[in-house]
């Protein structure tokens, strides 16, 4: 079994920063990486960007690209999303998940391909 945590989230103006953390506990060993989704008032989730279980390869969507950044440290079990430059379109409650299947960027944005999810956190930017 593995529990995700997800904390960081907050409000902020347009232009602000964050840093999600995404705290891993239990049976992580298995993971073939992490992705962090985001959903938005009425929308679907969304794929947002992933990072490989040894933190090698990063990927992101084309809407966040340049701003946000995904680390790890194993050490901690702890995934981190950095959010620059932040948009009020970049409101959404953002989730983190452990992909449950091999790194393949035409698939990362699949929901049904990762296995454990966080309950999210909450982040909202002002305009």
């Known amino acids: 079994q593995v529990q995700l945590v997800e904390s960081g989230g907050g409000l902020v103006q347009a232009g602000g920063s964050l840093r999600l953390s995404c705290a891993a506990s239990?049976?992580?060993?298995?993971?073939?990486?992490t992705g962090w989704f985001r959903q938005a008032p009425g929308k679907e989730r969304e794929f947002v960007g992933a990072?490989?279980?040894?933190?090698?390869?990063?990927y992101y969507v084309d809407s966040v690209k340049g701003r946000f950044t995904i680390s790890r440290d194993n050490a901690k079990n702890t995934v981190y999303l950095q959010m620059n430059s932040l948009k009020p379109e970049d409101t959404a409650v953002y989730y983190c998940?452990?992909?449950?299947?091999?790194?393949?960027?035409?698939?990362?944005?699949?929901?049904?391909?990762?296995?454990?999810w966080g309950q999210g956190t909450q982040v909202t930017v002002s305009s």
């Open positions: 990072i490989t279980w040894n933190g090698g390869c990063t």
């Open positions: 998940a452990r992909r449950s299947v091999r790194w393949e960027e035409t698939a990362l944005g699949r929901t049904n391909e990762y296995d454990y």
């Open positions: 239990g049976r992580t060993d298995s993971a073939y990486g």
